[in-house]
């Protein structure tokens, strides 16, 4: 087509490499791929030269030990046992990461038919053009969809923004309950004291100073309770990224501006909580509180 510069494919399947489940790629022409994607090699070539090849990246080939020259048993959704030699190891990238085999592998695969196809523009060409004319070929397959790169972010960052805000949605019933939760404890905590309020306004504490003391009390359970939650979900995050590792999840990141304003909210809360308690506190009957049995 006018105005391509460059095509690469990709398969994918779930399959078995020396007894253990991974996720595995196949790309016919690689070097096309790694020319696209400006993937370095740290070891050998980032090329076919032969039937049965792989590629792995440099993290996990460390990690399992494996180098240029070695032959992996490889199983996938059909056929028989491949013995598989490692041709080259591929640098840290933003496109692929695991086990990248040669195209002659792709007839044992579950669904012989790429998952994915990238284009490059020639420059000079609009990409609206290129993507018009590739809709047009592809009019009698509507399970595929033409994207520019721009496009493909924004799809993928919606389906996290759709997750994250069930999340805030979730965070915003959790926050509804604790304000509940706290009004309700310090309410008891208010009956149950009745008779120490007593005695403490009658050797001289103000109206004021009690409803401050209710508020610090409900304050310090409020900030409490998110910097538990705060401690809590870190390690559960890092967790979960540690356990996902081998399916790209490898930047630890922590929104520390969000968790500093959960924080400053938590303090808000707890004052917001904390008002109809304190004014039950200060309009307590001094001699009916000291009299309270």
């Known amino acids: 087509m006018p105005g391509v510069a460059r095509t690469a494919w990709e398969y994918d399947d779930l399959g078995q490499i020396d007894g253990q489940a991974h996720g595995i790629a196949a790309v016919p022409d690689v070097s096309d791929m790694a020319a696209m994607f400006k993937l370095r090699n740290t070891a050998r070539t980032l090329a076919w030269s032969g039937k049965e090849q ?59 038919q790429p998952s994915w196809g990238f284009v490059t523009v020639a420059p000079g060409t609009a990409v609206a053009d290129i993507q018009r004319q590739i809709d047009k070929l592809l009019a009698d397959s509507p399970e595929v969809t033409v994207v520019s790169r721009a496009e493909f972010v924004n799809q993928q960052a919606a389906q996290f923004n759709s997750l994250l805000t069930m999340i805030q949605i979730l965070l915003a019933l959790a926050i509804l309950i604790a304000v509940l939760g706290i009004v309700n404890t310090l309410a008891l905590s208010v009956l149950e004291r009745t008779r120490e309020l007593g005695l403490l306004r009658a050797i001289g504490l103000r109206r004021g100073q009690a409803m401050r003391m209710v508020t610090v009390e409900a304050v310090v359970i409020s900030v409490f309770g998110a910097l538990l939650g705060l401690a809590v979900g870190t390690g559960l995050g890092a967790a979960v990224v540690r356990a996902l590792k081998n399916e790209g999840f490898s930047d630890l990141a922590f929104p520390w501006t969000s968790m500093g304003t959960y924080l400053a909210l938590a303090a808000l809360v707890g004052v917001v909580a904390a008002v109809l308690p304190a004014i039950r506190a200060a309009r307590v009957n001094v001699l009916t509180a000291i009299a309270h049995e």
């Open 54 to 112: 792989a590629l792995l990246d440099e993290e996990n080939a460390k990690e399992r030990n494996v180098h240029v020259g070695d032959t992996v048993a490889v199983q996938l959704s059909r056929g028989g046992v491949h013995q598989v030699k490692v041709v080259g190891i591929y640098g840290k990238n933003d496109v692929t990461r695991g086990w990248v085999v040669s195209g002659d592998l792709i007839a044992d695969f579950r669904a012989a």
